[in-house]
């Protein structure tokens, strides 16, 4: 069975940095595209960050430069390292098994990151 | 970056009744569009891949449909765990987006 689970989430402040874990099991994860995709409160679906098998990188406009997406295959493990955070960053973050060349296959139950003073 | 537009928004039928939700797009996406379903303090799921391909376990009742800038989810025939929103996404360029999402409302 396919599972990602989440971590790091947590009350920031503005300006602040964390950085977000995924730890995956139940398959082949080094042959995997892997993505984060993130829920504000209330509203729809918005796309990260994803990182290819072959560590291409991509990002969505709202967090280049400020987001670095990262994964450790002898760990099982994704990252999200996540600075110069704002109040608009305030959301679910959703780790997500595949993207780029397939559709999003599976997903965590994500971890919430609130960024406030 | 494409845009994906759904609608309508929100969709109030009843159990048993026909669901159609449509899914536009503001250029060509082939058929790279897929569709998620999200219910109350979930995560989305995968329903259809790649336009028209159920995902693996997913009710027959799921259809998916298009190509090119028009796309269709139908439920044949709502049950009642079906109400929930769902969401279009498209593959076919970086930046990767979502529709806005259509809310599937019990009448």
């Known amino acids: 069975e396919v599972q990602l689970v989440e971590s790091g989430g947590g009350l920031v402040q503005p300006g602040g940095s964390l950085r977000l874990s995924c730890a995956a099991s139940?398959?082949?994860?080094?042959?995997?595209?892997m993505t984060w995709v993130r829920q504000a409160p209330g509203m729809g679906l918005d796309w990260v960050s994803t990182?290819?098998?072959?560590?291409?990188?991509y990002y969505a406009d709202s967090v280049e430069g400020r987001f670095t997406i990262s994964r450790d295959n002898s760990k099982n493990t994704l990252y999200l390292q996540m600075d110069s955070l704002r109040a608009e960053d305030t959301a679910v973050y959703y780790c997500?098994?595949?993207?780029?060349?397939?559709?999003?296959?599976?997903w965590g139950q994500g971890t919430l990151l609130t960024v406030s003073s | 970056e494409i845009v994906l537009t759904q609608s309508p928004a929100t969709l109030s039928l009843s159990p048993g009744e026909r669901a159609t939700l449509s899914c536009r797009a503001s250029q060509s996406v082939g058929y790279y569009l897929h569709w998620y379903q999200q219910k109350r303090g979930q995560a989305p799921r995968l329903l259809i891949y790649?336009?028209?391909n159920r995902a693996t376990g997913l009710p027959a009742r799921f259809s998916g449909s298009g190509s090119g800038t028009d796309f269709t989810l139908t439920i044949s025939s709502l049950e009642p765990e079906d109400f929930a929103v769902y969401y279009c996404?498209?593959?076919?360029?970086?930046?990767?987006?979502f529709g806005g999402g259509t809310k599937v409302e019990i009448k």
């Open positions: 139940g398959f082949t994860f080094s042959s995997y595209a």
């Open positions: 997500v098994r595949g993207g780029g060349s397939s559709s999003f296959l599976s």
């Open positions: 990182i290819t098998y072959s560590l291409g990188t």
């Open positions: 996404q498209q593959r076919s360029n970086w930046p990767l987006t």
């Open positions: 790649d336009a028209s």
